[in-house]
Structure formats: structure tokens, C-alpha cells
């Protein structure tokens, strides 16, 4: 089976070695193709007014200067002369849950494998202020080839992508796998943090609190975190509400534009 890797912290991130070791788990034939630098919260851009810089380092190793998605077109539709049968993105240092989604190139990653037709995964590992420079990886990569095996053996729908947390905790210590739904955070954490440049103008970054503020809903995977279970979403490519689509159908149809 033909894996392509790649992630959104950059080619150099501790956490691309640990996607490339889960999916060696899976196959030989294992290829990397990843950003030349961080490209965190990229979401799904592409790259359309700037030329996109390929660089071999190695035996099936690429560096891009894009971002995550890509990656994914570079890998799939020029690097590779046959597609991959799956597409990893990470594993992320730090989660990727509730709005994060909307905002993660990691998960973007995944969304690009997807839209291409093949099955693809995001792997996060979250950490907090301690384990900020120390994740615990070895809980990805004790995990993640499980999970992914089984998955697969089941069949990923066309068009839904698994989008996949690891806790804050050591391996021993998960207790162990909630499916679950995109959580909703209290979007109050996010704030804007002014400071001073060497000339006194201001300039600004964005910033999210650290604390969650309420308990998280019961089903989602930021209580699967919370409570150092590991989580697996499957996110559909499709964001229609249809609920309110027949609604506003009802809505429109009656009205006289
Ligand atoms: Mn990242």
C-alpha cells in the first residue's frame, strides 16, 4: 500500500517522523512530501500567485515551499506516477478539534487526500503548557496504526475524511477511543494581543487563552481529550446543513423575488 505523508508543522517537525514511522507500521512504500516551513493554520489554501519550489532531500523525501494541500496535489499528481492508496497529515504538535478544524492545515492535509478520492487521515497530538516542548508522541505512535488499519479494513466513505486525536498523556495511560463529533469551544478564549514594535507601532497576534472555559459537551472530541481518550471524528467534505436547506427551500419557494 502506497502512503503519502506530509503535515503542516514543516519538514523539520519532530511530529512528521513519527507520522513517517506509523505509517512504515503500515507499508514500505512510504512517501514524504511536506511544507519547507510551519504552515499551522494555513486551513486548505493553495498556492495560485506564487510558483510552488520542490526540493528532494532524500530517497522519497520532499520539501515544498507550500502549503499542506500543496503538498498533496504536488505528491499525488506530479511526484508519484502511481496515487497513493492513503494520505496521513501530521502528526500535528497539538490538537485539532472543534473550530480548530475549520483553521488546520493538518486537517487540510487530510481534506486535500480526500477530495482527490483517497482515504486519508489527520493525526494531532495535543500537550499542555508542560508537555509543550515534550509531547508524548510514543502515544500517536503506539496508536495511530490501529486505528488506521481497522479503519481501512472498514472502508472510508467517499468524501469523509477521519480526523484523528491523540491525548496528553503517555501511552499507559489512555483510556481509550471515543468516535466522536466535532466539538464546539467557547470562542470567547480567542483574543487579540497588542504589543510594541522597536519604534513604538503597534502590531498584533493572535491569541487564544489557555484555560477551557466550560465543561465540554458529552460526544464530542474535546471531552474525548479532556478525559485522555483518544479521538477519532469522521468529518464530511460536505458542509451543507440540510436541515435548513429544506427549510430555506420552503422559504424561497413561496417567495416572489
Ligand atoms: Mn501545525
Redesign the pocket.
Known amino acids: 500500500m502506497r502512503i503519502l505523508v506530509t ?3 514543516g519538514i523539520h517537525a519532530p511530529g512528521l517522523v513519527v507520522c513517517e514511522e506509523i505509517a512504515r507500521a503500515l507499508s514500505d512504500d512510504v512517501w514524504v512530501v511536506a511544507p519547507e516551513t ?3 493554520g494555513v486551513s486548505h489554501s493553495l498556492s495560485l500567485n506564487d510558483p510552488l519550489r520542490l526540493r528532494k532531500i532524500g530517497e522519497r523525501h520532499y520539501a515544498v515551499k507550500g502549503t499542506p494541500t500543496d503538498c498533496v496535489i504536488m505528491g499525488v499528481r506530479h511526484i508519484l506516477d502511481t496515487p497513493p492508496a492513503l494520505v496521513l497529515s501530521g502528526v ?3 490538537q485539532n478539534v472543534a473550530e480548530d478544524v475549520t483553521y ?3 486537517v487540510a492535509g487530510a481534506i486535500e487526500g480526500t477530495v482527490l478520492g483517497i482515504p486519508s487521515f489527520a493525526l494531532s497530538q495535543a500537550y499542555s503548557a508542560e508537555t509543550r516542548q515534550k509531547p508524548f508522541w510514543e502515544t500517536a505512535r503506539t496508536f495511530a496504526p490501529g486505528i488506521i488499519r481497522r479503519t481501512l479494513e472498514t472502508g472510508v466513505p467517499r468524501d469523509v475524511l477521519i480526523n484523528v486525536n491523540f491525548p496528553d498523556c503517555p501511552p499507559e495511560a489512555v483510556g481509550g477511543i471515543a468516535v466522536t463529533t466535532q466539538g464546539k469551544r467557547d470562542q470567547d478564549l480567542l483574543r487579540i494581543e497588542a504589543r510594541q514594535d522597536g519604534r513604538g507601532n503597534p502590531y498584533y497576534w493572535i491569541a487564544f487563552a489557555r484555560r477551557e472555559r466550560s465543561t465540554p459537551a458529552h460526544g464530542t472530541d474535546l471531552l474525548a481529550i479532556a478525559t485522555n481518550r483518544i479521538s477519532v471524528t469522521p468529518l464530511r467534505l460536505d458542509l451543507t446543513d440540510e436541515p435548513f436547506m429544506t427549510r430555506l427551500a420552503e422559504l424561497f419557494a413561496e417567495a416572489t423575488v
Open positions: 503535515n503542516d508543522d510551519d504552515q499551522s500535528n504538535r497539538g488546520s492545515g493538518t
